[in-house]
């Protein structure tokens, strides 16, 4: 157990529809990263959040916005749901400094859009 | 986009024997980690190697780096039908806000 949650676990949502995907940190984690990934492929990052301000995009469009929150949980928000968004949401936290490289995943949020 | 590339994609071997796995990359990096997914869960860290060193064990993992080839390979010895997972390599590159950047992964299966 990496002390990473996130919920809900399953969601299905239609075309067009918004959804709000969330995440709770490990302890003491500032940093939170979030990626999507599709069937059969790797993880690709979405975005980064630290100290409640975003510091890292990905290749994402606008629609996928996100909120860190004081207490170091996070939001990940999709709007103008497409087909393609169906995936594996992940979110990992870890706390920034020189030394504190890895990062802790949750076990993921499946979406499916139809 | 896709900067580590696993090798091969797929691996079936029998219980207790070594697994071995390649990722290349194609930019400098402060570390290389190795992460571990069974059947579409999260992902759970194995291991993290940094640029300036060569070499690194945990258990039965074994971990090797070259920056000079931009290649990084993980050694898992005496495998277990528990191994039976996706791997992922993913490269921490310098200059970024620290996002990992994975390859599309090796899927091995360990026959009891």
């Known amino acids: 157990e990496t002390g990473v949650t996130q919920s809900p676990t399953h969601l299905i949502k239609t075309r067009g529809q918004q959804v709000t995907l969330r995440c709770s940190s490990q302890s003491g984690h500032n940093t939170v990263s979030w990626y999507q990934q599709a069937l059969g492929q790797g993880p690709q990052f979405i975005f980064q959040y630290y100290r409640e301000e975003e510091n890292g995009r990905g290749n994402f469009p606008p629609r996928f916005s996100g909120l860190q929150f004081p207490n170091y949980s996070s939001e990940l928000n999709v709007n103008a749901l497409e087909l393609d968004d169906s995936a594996l949401y992940l979110c990992?936290?870890?706390?920034?400094?020189?030394?504190?490289?890895?990062?802790?995943f949750g076990p993921g949020t499946r979406l499916t859009v139809l | 986009s896709q900067q580590g590339e696993e090798d091969p994609q797929a691996l079936s071997i029998q219980e207790g024997e070594n697994a071995t796995m390649n990722c290349s990359y194609k930019t400098s990096i402060n570390n290389l980690q190795w992460y571990r997914q069974n059947s579409g869960r999260g992902l759970v860290h194995l291991i993290l190697?940094?640029?300036?060193?060569r070499e690194k064990h945990s258990g039965r993992l074994r971990v090797t780096l070259d920056t000079s080839k931009k290649s990084s390979s993980l050694l898992i010895t005496a495998s277990r039908a528990a191994d039976t997972a996706s791997y992922f390599c993913a490269t921490d590159q310098m200059g970024s806000a620290r996002q990992l950047t994975f390859g599309s992964g090796t899927q091995l299966t360990v026959l009891p």
């Open positions: 990992a936290s870890r706390l920034d400094g020189p030394s504190t490289d890895t990062q802790y």
């Open positions: 190697i940094r640029s300036n060193e």
